[in-house]
């Protein structure tokens, strides 16, 4: 049997040890309790360059001295609540189950556990999966035969078959410990962890290649031919009953992934306008959906949601405002869900704050979720590449910084929830017989079956663990500090959080007004920190 060991790297810059030995003290103290009623228990659990990942900083100390540097000073108002929170996490895709598959059994479970228990591990809440293969699959695929207008042999057995090893040559060879895993078993495997609760969006690549026109190659570029569009909508109904016979309820779907990137694909993809996707969800898909029962008109919360776009957040808005001003298309959408490519260009452009306050105000009544991003993969330096300056198709941006900036931006401009690309890959970001190797929150080894729990699955525990489902996002007030970003969210339990992102080389001081109770603390530099709050 081979030899199974965690891989957990973290970078200990020699220059920064001492600062960030002095930033991780922490003084709690209460100066204003004779003015509230309410005390509260605090931990603080900080990720830093300097080799903190989620580390629980003491709160024991009582007289810790200020470090010598600036002090950002926030007051949390808790009773100036905004959107609702419906989850944080990754995707379900084959390649995610294909690199679980390679591992033992009992090193699967702990891997999922990382990512799903919320005591445990991230306590991922909403999540997303492909309907028919995407570009992190091992090969094209679909659910019925080529020609099959019935859709009389639609079946999701694909999504259940498991792998044979010769389905590409990034997998040949590799010896598969569980054959029959794929991506149903690994969703139910996830939902059995302890404690785990999640949501799921399916969105598709691309219908079968004979529904097309204009295709480059198998399921690549083109676009559906409108005879077809009724047909396609009953195959994505029948794929959400299907999948709910598998015991796999379907939180949401979007009608098309990436609908404006099919020219110049590389992988699977289907051209829709905006004009073709109002008319597609209007005309075609909606009604099935109801008709099928998978979605109530007269709740659009209480069955499944209908997110539409589902592509970059810089044009969303000219894509979504053909739907939304038709009220017979408006109808179905439940939001918009959007991607935050290209990723270089996020911060020139502010992460795109006013597309999201645009749509927010243009739109207040429909949901808005965050479905995807991702960074090509750095295989010689998994670890460090989110900490200095990186490179992919996009450009040069630095990954953590990125990500911090990104998440909190779309938070504090009503976005609702927020999901990584795939949740596994191996350590090279395969399987991907297209070459697009991306990093995720765990990487495995799937020859010596290490384990790599990379800085994106620390940063997005910030989020996913503290913020949980019908959270709130609550008011901050403070001074401002270049390089420094915050949000903060109320729990239903009545626990708070408030994240905080140092992107400075040097430490900082906090201090934080909470009902009439004052909190000081430090964060390293290059640090994030999340300060829950819990009534005693």
């Known amino acids: 049997m081979r030899q199974v060991t965690i891989l957990n790297i973290s970078f200990k810059v020699f220059k920064n040890r001492l600062l960030t030995a002095i930033a991780m003290s922490i003084v709690l103290f209460n100066c204003g309790s004779k003015q509230s009623n309410k005390n509260y228990l605090v931990d603080v659990y900080q990720t830093s360059q300097g080799g903190d990942n989620l580390k629980l900083i003491s709160t024991n100390q009582n007289e810790i001295p200020k470090v010598e540097s600036d002090t950002i000073t926030l007051r949390i108002l808790p009773n100036n609540q905004y959107q609702k929170y419906y989850g944080f996490g990754a995707s379900f895709t084959e390649s995610s189950a294909w690199n679980l598959a390679?591992?033992?059994?009992?090193?699967?479970?702990?891997?999922?556990?990382?990512?799903?228990?919320?005591?445990?591990?991230?306590?991922?809440?909403?999540?997303r999966t492909h309907i028919n293969s995407s570009d992190y699959s091992n090969n094209h695929y679909t659910y019925v035969e080529d020609g099959d207008e019935d859709l009389s042999t639609f079946s999701v057995f694909q999504d259940k078959r498991g792998f044979t090893g010769d389905e590409n040559n990034q997998v040949s060879g590799i010896e598969l410990v569980e054959p029959n895993y794929d991506i149903?078993?690994?969703?139910?495997?996830?939902?059995?962890?302890?404690?785990?609760?999640?949501?799921?969006?399916?969105?598709p690549w691309s219908p079968p290649s004979w529904m097309k026109t204009g295709e480059t190659s198998k399921m690549t570029n083109g676009t559906l031919q409108p005879k077809y569009y009724g047909l396609w909508a009953k195959y994505i109904s029948k794929y959400v009953s299907a999948y709910a016979e598998q015991g796999i309820n379907l939180w949401g779907i979007t009608p098309q992934n990436e609908p404006l990137h099919a020219h110049d694909a590389r992988w699977d993809s289907n051209g829709f306008t905006a004009e073709q996707g109002r008319d597609f969800l209007r005309d075609h898909l909606g009604p099935q959906l109801v008709k099928d029962g998978h979605l109530n008109l007269n709740d659009l919360e209480a069955g499944l949601r209908v997110l539409i776009y589902d592509h970059n957040k810089s044009t969303m808005n000219d894509y979504?405002?053909?739907?939304?001003?038709?009220?017979?298309?408006?109808?179905?959408?439940?939001?918009?869900?959007?991607?935050?490519?290209?990723?270089?260009?996020?911060?020139?452009?502010?992460?795109?704050?006013?597309e999201l306050a645009k749509l927010q105000k243009n739109w207040p009544n429909k949901g808005l979720i965050h479905s995807e991003s991702s960074i090509d993969i750095?295989?010689?330096?998994?670890?460090?590449?989110?900490?200095?300056?990186?490179?992919?198709?996009?450009?040069?941006?630095?990954?953590?910084?990125?990500?911090?900036?990104?998440?909190?931006?779309?938070?504090?401009?009503?976005?609702?929830?927020?999901?990584?690309?795939?949740?596994?890959?191996?350590?090279?970001?395969?399987?991907?017989?297209?070459?697009?190797?991306?990093?995720?929150?765990?990487?495995?080894?799937?020859v010596t079956d290490n384990v790599i729990y990379t800085p994106l699955y620390y940063l997005l525990s910030h989020f996913s663990k503290f913020i949980r489902p019908n959270a709130h996002r609550i008011g901050v007030e403070g001074n401002q500090i270049e390089g420094v970003t915050y949000t903060a969210a109320k729990n239903t339990d009545g626990t708070m959080a408030l994240i905080v992102y140092n992107s400075n080389e040097k430490p900082l001081n906090i201090a934080l007004e909470l009902e009439g109770q004052t909190y000081n603390t430090q964060i390293a530099p290059r640090a994030m920190q999340t300060i829950h709050f819990k009534s005693k």
């Open 378 to 446: 750095d295989a010689k330096d998994p670890i460090g590449q989110y900490w200095r300056e990186s490179t992919d198709y996009a450009g040069n941006f630095v990954p953590f910084d990125t990500y911090a900036y990104d998440i909190i931006t779309d938070l504090n401009h009503g976005t609702q929830g927020y999901v990584e690309w795939c949740m596994i890959l191996s350590d090279k970001g395969q399987p991907n017989p297209y070459d697009n190797f991306n990093s995720a929150p765990v990487l495995i080894n799937s």
């Open 184 to 203: 149903i078993p690994m969703i139910l495997e996830a939902n059995s962890i302890p404690g785990a609760s999640f949501n799921i969006i399916a969105s």
């Open 102 to 127: 390679t591992i033992p059994v009992n090193l699967r479970k702990e891997v999922l556990t990382k990512l799903f228990s919320p005591t445990e591990g991230a306590g991922f809440t909403l999540t």
């Open 320 to 354: 979504v405002d053909v739907t939304y001003q038709d009220q017979e298309a408006a109808k179905y959408a439940w939001g918009t869900a959007f991607h935050w490519y290209t990723n270089s260009e996020l911060k020139d452009n502010n992460w795109y704050a006013k």
